[in-house]
């Protein structure tokens, strides 16, 4: 049976997004990103191969829906996780769990 794939969205692809896709990678197959688009970042590009990708699109936030193409909205779940914690932190791990828990994945 093959994994769901999820992309995970936050605003720099650093610490939120890139937590959740590591504590998951076993369970699903799993990308990274943010919405603020640089060149030395995650691109606009990237964003678009990569929900072209997912199964589900994770965000961390209601308003980063915004930054995803409207034909990609049908595969959105929504987290709501602030962007106060570091990279990887127990806090962070905790709060990723409640939310993925709270929408079914």
């Known amino acids: 049976m093959m994994k769901k794939r999820l992309l995970f969205l936050c605003s720099m692809g650093q610490n939120r ?27 606009r590009k990237e964003l678009l191969l990569d929900a072209e990708w997912a199964d589900y699109i994770v965000i961390m936030r209601d308003y980063m829906q915004e930054s995803v193409p409207s034909e990609f909205w049908m595969k959105i779940k929504k987290l709501n996780i602030m962007d106060v914690y570091g990279y990887n932190s127990n806090q962070l791990k905790a709060k990723i769990i409640t939310e993925m828990h709270k929408i079914g994945l």
């Open 17 to 43: 997004s890139r937590t959740a896709a590591e504590m998951y990678k076993e369970q699903y197959e799993t990308r990274y990103g943010g919405i603020v688009f640089r060149e030395s970042l995650y691109t």
